[in-house]
Each structure stands twice: as C-alpha cells, then as structure tokens.
C-alpha cells in the first residue's frame, strides 16, 4: 500500500488551481449585482481576485508545505538509503534487522508527511494481512482485492467531498511469511512516499541479499556465474538519475509554471487564438506539465538503487543495469509514435499491475474495464473519469488504425520516416486532449474544454471505431508472460531479458495477494 500511495502523492505533486472555484464566483457576484453587466474583463478579474485570493493564498500555502515536506523527506530517504546499504549491508546484517530498521523509517516518514493519516498503512495493511491469514490461497486474492478497493474509495470519497475538496493529497491504496516482512514491503521508507511498485518477490530478495546472485544467475543459466564478479555498485546509476531529477525541477521551477494547463480554457484565449495556436498551447502546456512526475518518480527510483535495490542484471556491454523497478522512459515517453506506445513507458509498474490483474483477467472488453479500475484506483475527482473514458476510445481507435495501416508504411525507410512523424503528431496532441481533465479535476472546466474543441476527438475515435474493423488481440495464461519478453527483447535490441518477475508489479495488498494465489496455482507473472 505504501508504494500505491506514494505513487499517487507523487502524482499530485505540484500547484493545483481550481478554476471552477473563480468560475462560480465570478457568476455569483454577477447574480447579485457586484459585478455591473458592462464591467471589464480587469474589473472582473479584480473583484473575483478579491474574493478568491485569501482562500487561493492559503491552499497554495498548504500545498507548498505539502510540497516541502515531500521533498524533504525523500532527500532524507536517499541519504537513509546510502546509510541503509554501507552500514546494514545483507553480509553483515540479518535480514531481520533490515525489516525492522527499513519498516520504522518508512511508518516514521508517512508520519511526518500524512500525520494521521499515516494509520491507514498500518489499518489497511493489518486487516489485509488478517484477511490473506484466515482465507484459502484460492481466494484471497479476491476478497483482498475487494476489500482494498474498497477502502480505497471510501477514505477518497471522505478525503475528496468531506474533507477538503481538491486541497490535501494524501491518498490511500494498498506475502507474507511473516507479519514483519510484510510489514516492511507495504512500509519500507524507500518506496512508503512515492514508489515505485515491486513484487513481493524482488523485495524479499533484495532484503535478503539474493538479488545479486539471482540476476547473474538468470542471465546465464550458470551458478558459476555468481563467483566471477563482484556486487555492483549503484553509485554511476544514483548520480545520473539525480542529474535528470535536478533538471525536472528547475525545468518545473521555471518554465513549467509560466504554462498553465488552465489558460486552455481561458475564454480570451479561447475567443483570439487562431486553431493552430491553440493546439501548439495544449502541447506545450501539458509537456510542461509532465517533469514534475518525472522529478518524483525518478527520485523515488534513486532512493531504492542507493539501497542496492534495482539491480537487473548486466548489459550485453556487460554494464551493471538498475532499472527492475524504474517506473518511466522519458525518450520513449516524449518520443512515442502511438498511444499504446505512450502508456507502456509511463507509469510502468502500475500500468503492468493493472494489466496483471485486470487485462488478462477479464473475459470481455479488457481494455475498457481495466480503465474503469484504473479511473477507480487514482481517485474520485471527476476529471479523472472522464480521462479514463477517453483514454478507452483513443487506445481503441489508435489500435484500429495501426492495425489496419501500419504494415503498409514499413518500406521503404523515408515513408516509415515519415509514418512515424504523422503518427507522434497525432499521438501527442491525442494524449494532451485526453488528459486534459485528469489536471483540471472538476467537471465543469473539463467539459468547458471539451466543448471548445467541439468533442472533435471523441468523434473522430468513435467515427473510426465504426468504420474499420477492429482485429481482436490473442490471450492466453502466457499473454503477459509473452509481452514482457516481448517488451525485454525490444528495449535491449536482442539482450536477454532478466528477471521476468521483476516487471510484475504488486505493491498493493490485492496484487500481493494474488501473487501467492498464482504461486499455489502454478501461474507465473
């Protein structure tokens, strides 16, 4: 449960504006005759200023402790990890001792960060626990899933609609040999703030210093193998993601915010700029919406390789490789040609989680149920919904069209050149259109910029699902097995592809328990 709620911190780090709030204001004092009928665009302005700016002031105030808080205390995770893999090393530590020590520091961090709120990983965590003790091995993954899910959405609605709407980010989502070991994966302080998801697996060998062995084991096939070189060093790895975390930040610091993702819907904006420039903004706008994310999850990803945590083997260069748990490719992000391509690189571990419980699962229109979990999961704003709604007719209708068409733009090089120019086009403006309302959280602003666009995406998704035919995707019990040594061999140019395991992601208590639920049942994820 740590990683998946400081997967969604993580998600929600940065300044939010709730246009809706200024909107409704603005019409209110309209209605009752503040505002004259021939007031100015400025004296409009001013007077909603008035109005909105004290209690504006004091969310940005809230946010920004939030913020520093959550900063701070991952910079201490880093240096806590450093110390954690010097002095508390699996050679001259017990396993148990790296639980207990890797447990209080993470409980300690939530506290600092969530305050009370922090009792949620010990509630969820010790009920799920109970539930996995007393239940059979061929059910508890569903009742665990059920019940997670559950309070999930309950501690959202309150936090959401009872709380403090659109403000506090503190979010909640969460084998267990042991009540400790457990414990210490749903609360490590390397993952408790921000993730990323792993596997219970990695875990358990990462703590017990088998991770190593492991790797170069399953790259060659050889026990010999673990003998021939010495434990790899984190260090080249750590300071190359810090490097890319300290540019997310001051790209974020400088730029991101002089390109609001609410100034799309500025009705001026909306009313003078030509449609070209229109789209360029949305581009731009939710381009520079993305490095906070990248700051979060790539520190986050950092933190956990200071640990000695990550490690996946070894190059065909024979170069150490600390990406087990990396949750993002931001080449393959920026530079995707398909919406497909998009969603596999961002995100990875929860997208990978949810195709593992979800997609493979499920009997009828996975694609569409596992955005309705999806949509579920992050949260009960609104925004979100109508994201992953969206999100379910562009993936659809971007298949179709890649199916039907691709093969015919593969020769020579300049027409696939130029396939490939046409299709990152299309797929960036696409997913800026479909995430639009995932930032703007409320209903109105979000239909507002649908409306501006006059639903044209929509329409056109819809329009293409309806006219070409749409192939339907094979799956069996291999499916997932077969896309990660699909997506390996992809990556790596011909690599091995190591530690298949590692890209099944279960960070929460119903992906745990469907981990031990596959084990008994002889399925491998």
Known sequence: MGGLLGRRRAKDWGRRTDWGVRLSSERQRREAGALPAGSSRQEEAAAVEMETGPCVARAMWRQSSQDVNFVVCQLFALLAAIWFRTYLHSSKTSSCIRHVVATLLGLYLALFCFGWYALHFLVQSGISYCIMMVTGVENMHTYCFVFALGYLTVCQVTRVYIFDYGQYS??????????????????????????????????????????????????SGKEGIQGERTEPSPNAAVVQKLLICGLSLLFHLTICRRLPVEYNIDVHFQATASWPTRVLYLYVSLLAARPKYYFAWTLADAINNAAGFGFRGYDKNGAARWDLISNLRIQQIEMSTSFKMFLDNWNIQTALWLKRVCYERVSTSPTIQTFILSAIWHGV????????????????????????????????????????????????????????????????PSFMFYSSWYYSLHSLGILVLLLLPVKKTPRGKNTHENAQLSRSKKLDEGENSLGQNSFSTTNSVCSQSQEVASRHSSLKH
């Open 170 to 219: 503190a979010d909640f989502s969460g084998r267990m040999p042991s009540l400790l070991e457990y414990l210490s994966y749903t609360c490590n302080f390397m993952g408790i703030l921000a993730g990323p998801l792993c596997s219970y697996k990695d875990y358990i060998t990462f703590i017990e210093g088998r991770s190593y062995h492991a790797a170069q084991s399953g790259e």
């Open 381 to 444: 704003y609104p925004g979100y919904y109508l994201t992953f709604l969206t999100g379910t007719v562009m993936t659809l209708a971007a298949r179709a069209v890649r199916n039907n068409f691709r093969h015919y733009f593969l020769q020579p090089p300049q027409l696939k050149l130029l396939y490939d120019i046409l299709t990152w086009i299309v797929t960036q403006i696409a997913i800026s259109y479909t995430v639009v309302p995932f930032v703007l959280l409320s209903v109105k």
